[in-house]
């Protein structure tokens, strides 16, 4: 970093006797009670920087430091901010703000840090201005983080980029504050009571290849992403992609929402909504290659839950029959043929409690606790070593071929992803098999093996309760709804920064208190419903699949709270 005059000259400039909060390089015979705020800004804000502005007050409200530094946009480390108590009183507090500003001297984002001193001992706080918070006011005694507005208390013993510890219905005296009355979350939301309460709750999200669509409890539907000029929104052929979520006209998903590549399905009690490509029959029925408006299906059989792959489609009733239908080239359909297509829903032999599928295979939990699968095979994404493909439900781990100890009865949810399977058992142990080129099978390095036909054991203490496979990647809720993520990471689809893979389950940092409800994993990017019906989402967003308003080049690196257009309108 290069040296920054808040290093060199504020000290000078203001006599330390007289500071509630001082800057200081002299070096102490004794420890020092000291806090350093070492700020950063993320690049798209540091692209549009030209200088930036930091102002210290006492904890009784004066203004000891007001200086103004020109911005290095190569540098995101942007200065070190060494704050004294006056005599070294441990007991006192420090209010800093950083204004990042441009060449107009306008505000393009500012945090405000409240702090306090540990006696004697010299402490490091890391703060970031986010591309998240660019133009966001949040208001005195709370600072944006992530684009969220928080309650501006820190924790000066944080290690790395630090989190203020309020939450968004808090301010910040001297300690964290509810506040009540106050903007939070989505467009038209209050505090109350110390908590958000959503304006929408959501029941239902699935993320796709390129798209994502989710659903609120009334049974609205709302897509956003590409539209790929086959309708994947929803809103016909030839309307525009969309980076903030958009109503589906007409369609109700009051139990589940599909996603495909290229095409989305959803139910309602007794009825299916398909729109988007339909050239696999992946609808149920033979309406057209492309059907870019919402189409319904009268269905016989009382559907429970979706769920899709690639090209193909299944269906669970209440009675835990298993209708599939689409493509069906490597057995995708379970029906122990692998006829190209078939356009009509088709019952699959056996019992299913819950079902999942996802590229060209799929995965059943059966009444008793076995488990099936059947589809495509290539790494051993069926859980055993018997070549591709395999038209007809087999057991992972219990097949010819499979190593002694392997064969379990006793699953009760099952997670497929585009090349690899995992599936919770009873004891709440997680197995995983098939391909692990980046680690998504969360057994260590991905240098063990490139493909496990056997089920392996998740390596982590959690006990786990959901479970969602992406392109190369996994995402799981524990029993305590703590959201986490491992495998491919190059599109930040777990959630994480800063790390390209990670071979074993690490949780995400999210502000979620009463943990998460549901997790969807997409191609590169997941979406999951908190416990309070909030959604969030993370990864790849060069389509607008996440939901935030714009089309980025960069990722999105952490969950973030989306908000459907009714809340923006209220």
């Known amino acids: 970093m290069r040296p920054s005059n808040l290093d060199v000259t504020l000290s000078r400039l203001l006599p330390a006797a007289v500071l509630g909060a001082a800057l200081s390089l002299a070096c102490e015979?004794?420890?020092?009670?000291?806090?350093?705020?070492?700020?950063?800004a993320e690049p798209t804000l540091l692209s549009k920087a030209t200088d930036l502005r930091v102002q210290v007050q006492t904890d009784d409200g004066k203004l000891v430091l007001d200086r103004v530094t020109a911005v290095d946009a190569t540098q995101p480390k942007l200065a070190r901010v060494p704050l004294i108590p006056k005599d070294e009183d441990a007991t006192r507090r420090f209010r800093l703000t950083a204004t990042l500003r441009d060449s107009t001297q306008a505000a393009l984002s500012d945090v405000e840090v409240r702090g306090g001193y540990v006696e004697g001992e010299l402490r490091e706080l890391e703060v970031w201005l986010y591309d998240a918070c660019e133009g966001k006011q949040c208001g005195p005694g709370r600072t944006c983080f992530q684009g969220t507005c928080l309650g501006s208390c820190f924790d000066v013993e944080t290690k790395g980029p630090a989190k203020p510890t309020c939450g968004e219905c808090q301010t910040c005296g001297d300690s964290c504050q509810n506040a009540d009355g106050i903007s939070c979350g989505c467009p038209g939301e209050v505090c109350g009571a110390g908590t958000c309460a959503p304006?929408?709750?959501?029941?239902?999200?699935?993320?796709?290849?390129?798209?994502?669509?989710?659903?609120?409890?009334?049974?609205?539907?709302?897509?956003?992403?590409?539209?790929?000029?086959?309708?994947?929104?929803?809103?016909?052929?030839?309307?525009?992609?969309?980076?903030?979520?958009?109503?589906?006209?007409g369609v109700s998903s009051r139990r589940?929402?599909?996603?495909?590549?290229?095409?989305?399905?959803?139910?309602?009690?007794?009825?299916?909504?398909c729109w988007g490509e339909n050239w696999e029959g992946q609808f149920g029925t033979d309406v057209g290659g492309i059907v870019p408006d919402p189409v319904s299906f009268d269905d016989p059989f009382d559907i429970e839950s979706i769920v899709n792959g690639y090209r193909h489609t299944c269906g669970l009733t209440i009675s835990n029959e298993l209708y599939c239908w689409g493509y069906n080239e490597f057995g995708n359909l379970?029906?122990?043929?692998?006829?190209?297509?078939?356009?009509?829903?088709?019952?699959?032999?056996?019992?299913?409690?819950?079902?999942?599928?996802?590229?060209?295979?799929?995965?059943?939990?059966?009444?008793?606790?076995?488990l099936y699968c059947w589809g495509r095979n290539s790494t051993t994404e069926l859980g055993a070593p018997l070549g591709d493909p395999v038209p007809s439900p087999i057991e992972p781990g219990c097949e010819s071929g499979n190593a002694p100890g392997v064969c379990f009865h006793d699953y009760r949810t099952v997670g497929a992803g585009y090349y690899h399977t995992c599936a919770i058992r009873e004891s709440g142990e997680m197995v995983c098999f098939g391909g692990n080129k980046n680690g998504q099978l969360g057994i260590g390095t991905?240098?063990?093996?490139?493909?496990?036909?056997?089920?392996?054991?998740?390596?982590?203490?959690?006990?786990?309760?959901?479970?969602?496979?992406?392109?190369?990647?996994?995402?799981?809720?524990?029993?305590?709804?703590?959201?986490?993520?491992?495998?491919?990471?190059?599109?930040?689809?777990?959630?994480?920064?800063?790390?390209?893979?990670?071979?074993?389950?690490?949780?995400?940092?999210?502000?979620?208190?009463?943990?998460?409800?549901?997790?969807?994993?997409?191609?590169?990017?997941?979406?999951?419903?908190?416990?309070?019906?909030?959604?969030?989402?993370?990864?790849?967003?060069?389509?607008?699949?996440?939901?935030?308003?714009?089309?980025?080049?960069?990722?999105?690196?952490?969950?973030?709270?989306?908000?459907?257009?009714?809340?923006?309108?209220?």
């Open 29 to 40: 015979p004794k420890p020092a009670t000291e806090v350093i705020v070492e700020l950063h």
């Open 199 to 249: 304006n929408q709750r959501f029941d239902h999200v699935s993320a796709g290849e390129v798209h994502t669509c989710a659903s609120v409890e009334d049974g609205t539907t709302y897509c956003w992403g590409a539209n790929a000029g086959v309708g994947l929104l929803g809103q016909g052929a030839n309307a525009p992609d969309s980076a903030s979520p958009i109503a589906v006209p």
């Open 256 to 273: 589940g929402i599909a996603t495909g590549v290229r095409y989305t399905c959803t139910i309602t009690f007794g009825a299916r909504k």
């Open 334 to 370: 379970g029906l122990g043929n692998v006829q190209k297509s078939i356009k009509t829903p088709m019952l699959v032999p056996g019992s299913y409690v819950q079902v999942a599928a996802n590229g060209d295979h799929t995965c059943g939990v059966a009444p008793g606790g076995d």
């Open 446 to 570: 991905p240098n063990q093996a490139a493909e496990e036909s056997d089920p392996q054991a998740v390596v982590s203490p959690e006990k786990w309760s959901d479970v969602s496979g992406g392109q190369s990647f996994t995402c799981a809720l524990n029993d305590a709804g703590a959201l986490f993520c491992w495998g491919r990471n190059e599109d930040r689809e777990l959630g994480i920064p800063d790390v390209d893979f990670l071979p074993v389950p690490t949780r995400v940092p999210v502000d979620a208190p009463a943990g998460f409800r549901s997790v969807s994993a997409g191609a590169r990017h997941a979406c999951a419903i908190r416990e309070d019906r909030t959604l969030w989402c993370w990864g790849k967003n060069s389509e607008g699949q996440i939901g935030v308003g714009a089309k980025t080049p960069l990722p999105v690196d952490h969950p973030t709270r989306i908000c459907p257009p009714s809340a923006q309108a209220l």
